[in-house]
């Protein structure tokens, strides 16, 4: 059964503080995604990665890096995290590009105060 | 870049009757099409997968449209039923780009 994982589905941080949100998946799919989807503004992309240390700036990337040792998993890491970086996080996978079907996590929950 | 416009925001329709969602997009290079179903509080979930060959795509309750001369792509939910109450996301992607781009959605309601 193909499955997107993600860690931890809920979340709460304060300002300033370290965040890592982890994305497993076990379809041995190439290309990782990280989207974060906020309220009237749909999904919009973080970063992609197209394989083991292989990433690109997506269209929103600032305040945000990503870790990919494994092809298997997949790491969004907010450094100093700030309050407009609550929002709801969801990793997809897809087999290669942009012709393939991405297949999306359940989300986590973010809430910086 | 790419930019998808997705109509209406909202859509409240009677149980038995259609819906109809539009998304415009602008990439002439635009190759494949997706519609996502995201249920309240849930991820979401591929309805379908389109691809720039084929204008007419019939699923299980839905139709999709693929207009390439208009750069439209549409959703028509067929006898909707409370189970077709959540959010619709149009997605799309060219040949070389990675990510999708998606449309605000649109929040369907079914109401008996």
């Known amino acids: 059964d193909m499955k997107v994982t993600q860690m931890p589905r809920y979340l709460i941080k304060r300002m300033g503080e370290n965040v890592l949100l982890e994305c497993g998946q076990d379809m041995s799919h190439e290309t990782m995604y990280w989207y974060r989807q906020d309220p009237g503004l749909g999904l919009q992309l973080i970063y992609i990665s197209y394989d083991v240390d292989s990433n690109s700036e997506g269209d929103i990337p600032k305040g945000y890096r990503v870790s990919r040792k494994k092809r298997e998993h997949f790491s969004l890491i907010l450094d100093s995290a700030k309050t407009n970086q609550t929002s709801v996080y969801f990793c997809?996978?897809?087999?290669?590009?942009?012709?393939?079907?991405?297949?999306f996590g359940p989300g986590t929950r973010l809430l910086v105060l | 870049g790419e930019q998808v416009e997705q109509r209406p925001p909202h859509l409240s329709v009677r149980e038995g009757d259609s819906a109809f969602i539009t998304c415009t997009y602008t990439?002439?290079?635009?190759?494949?099409f997706f519609w996502y179903k995201q249920e309240p509080g849930a991820s979401l979930q591929l309805l379908m997968k389109v691809f720039s060959s084929t204008e007419i795509n019939e699923g299980q309750g839905f139709t999709v449209l693929l207009n390439k001369k208009d750069k439209r792509l549409s959703l028509n939910l067929t006898a909707a039923h409370p189970g077709d109450s959540a959010a619709y996301f149009c997605?799309?992607?060219?040949?070389?780009?990675?990510?999708?781009?998606f449309g605000l959605g649109t929040r369907v309601s079914v109401f008996p």
């Open positions: 997809a996978s897809s087999l290669q590009g942009g012709q393939d079907t991405q297949y």
């Open positions: 997605a799309v992607s060219d040949n070389y780009a990675q990510g999708l781009t």
């Open positions: 990439d002439p290079n635009s190759y494949y």
